[in-house]
């Protein structure tokens, strides 16, 4: 059994910093990518930021420059630094962990940003 488990999301104003973190755990063997997406109310889940095990990145065009992806492959963990938060970044995010031809996702955790 497989799991995936995130942390650190919560409420900051305009401007501000959250760190997200994800560790998987279980049977998991050979992961490639981890990453981050996203959803807001209304919207399609979208992609926030990748990581492959070689440590190629790569980001959703509304967070290139104040997001950073990383990722320790001997623990099987991936952060997400999110600067300079805006309101439109309010949304529920989700871990994923691409293990070919498996695909794993944590439950989520809400990030609201709002004065």
């Known amino acids: 059994q497989v799991h995936v488990v995130e942390s650190g999301g919560g409420l900051v104003q305009p401007g501000g910093s959250l760190r997200l973190s994800c560790a998987a755990s279980g049977s998991i063997f050979s992961i490639y990518f981890m990453g981050w997406y996203r959803q807001a109310p209304g919207k399609e889940r979208e992609l926030v930021a990748v990581?492959?095990?070689?440590?190629?990145?790569s980001y959703g065009d509304s967070v290139k420059g104040r997001f950073t992806i990383s990722r320790d492959n001997a623990k099987n963990t991936v952060s997400l630094q999110m600067n300079n938060l805006r309101p439109e970044d309010t949304a529920v995010y989700y871990c994923n962990v691409a293990a070919p031809p498996h695909n794993y996702w944590g439950q989520g955790t809400q990030v609201t940003v709002s004065s």
């Open positions: 990581i492959t095990s070689g440590g190629s990145t």
